[in-house]
């Protein structure tokens, strides 16, 4: 199934309305979706090469406005809605552990799911079900996403086909390291 979804979303990168398709996935992806937009947006980009920072900025906008969505199906449909997307991702166990030192980390969970492969989803829902201030959700929600989208858009504008395998199997791996680096550094400055 998840193979199906895959190549439907990359189906529409090709489509005459593939902006608004982007904008969907992109916004549906911050709650429930499992693609991610980036398989929509590699395609477009490489098609149009000048479009490249406004398909980042669709997906960035429409991302927030999705994250909001996902943020408030935790605030106040967590049993319903927010519950069942968790366990269907294999998160179901851990949520009250987590529940109970999400806000203790402040900004963290939401910079690192924004620009890293974590499902971004399941840190818009946990943000609302913790009730994490919704004003530094939406500012570290923006910088994350653009982080992510933009640096996306910039290789690709930059190099075109040839970084797409390396955006493909291996970007994922660099955000997460870059991120590491980050924690490390802010750790090693606060100790000293």
């Not at 994250?67 to 179901?92: N, T, W």
């Not at 980390?105 to 989803?121: E, H, M, R, S």
């Amino acid at each position: 199934m998840l193979r199906r979804l895959y190549d439907w979303t990359m189906g529409l990168a090709g489509h005459r309305h593939a902006m608004r398709a982007l904008g969907t996935v992109s916004f549906a992806e911050s709650s429930v979706f499992p693609i991610p937009p980036d398989v929509m947006m590699i395609p477009m980009i490489l098609a149009q090469r000048h479009k490249a920072f406004l398909i980042a900025t669709v997906a960035m906008v429409t991302s927030v406005l999705g994250g909001l969505a996902g943020y408030a199906i935790g605030a106040f449909a967590f049993d319903q809605i927010g519950r069942p997307i968790l366990e269907s991702l294999g998160k179901g166990d851990a949520m009250t552990a987590f529940n109970q030192r999400f806000n203790d980390f402040g900004f963290w969970p939401v910079l690192i799911a924004g620009i890293t492969p974590f499902p971004y989803k399941v840190i818009t829902i946990m943000s609302g079900w913790t009730g994490l201030p919704l004003m530094t959700f939406v500012i570290t929600s923006i910088i994350a996403r653009g982080l992510r989208f933009y640096i996306v858009a910039g290789l690709l504008w930059k190099f075109g086909d040839p970084i797409r395998d390396f955006i493909e199997k291996r970007l994922g791996l660099m955000f997460t390291l870059f991120v590491a680096l980050l924690i490390g550094g802010f750790l090693a400055v606060k100790a000293l």
